[in-house]
């Protein structure tokens, strides 16, 4: 193989790295446990950080006008990625609506 087709091949690899690391994450949010999920994160958190694949966290936050708001940043916080905004379309919080 050229060197040309080594890098590409290694960039596809690390594409599909960042795959596994995220249905692994998955499975991390199904755990019963705190202890748990934060064990399969130290994990997947040494292998991202061997092979260099960033860490994006997804922070969703409510805000005083039932917008849900949803944040993504890296681990070191200082950049944050796009925000998007949800409004909720219906306040389902009466419980005698359901009666």
């Not at 599909?16 to 064990?39: C, F, H, K, P, Y």
């Not at 917008?67 to 990625?81: M, T």
């Not at 796009?82 to 419980?95: C, G, M, Q, R, S």
Request: proline share 1%; glycine share 4%; no cysteine.
């Amino acid at each position: 193989m050229s060197k040309k087709e080594d890098d590409l091949e290694a960039a596809e690899m690390l594409v599909a790295l960042g795959e596994v690391l995220n249905i692994a994450a998955g499975v991390a949010e199904l755990q019963s446990t705190d202890e748990s999920r934060a064990e399969i994160y130290e994990v997947l958190d040494a292998v991202a950080a061997y092979y260099g694949v960033e860490r994006i966290e997804t922070v969703i936050d409510l805000d005083g006008d039932s917008n849900i708001v949803v944040r993504y940043a890296n681990d070191d916080d200082s950049e944050e990625k796009k925000e998007f905004y949800i409004k909720l379309a219906v306040d389902n919080t009466d419980p005698k609506k359901f009666h």
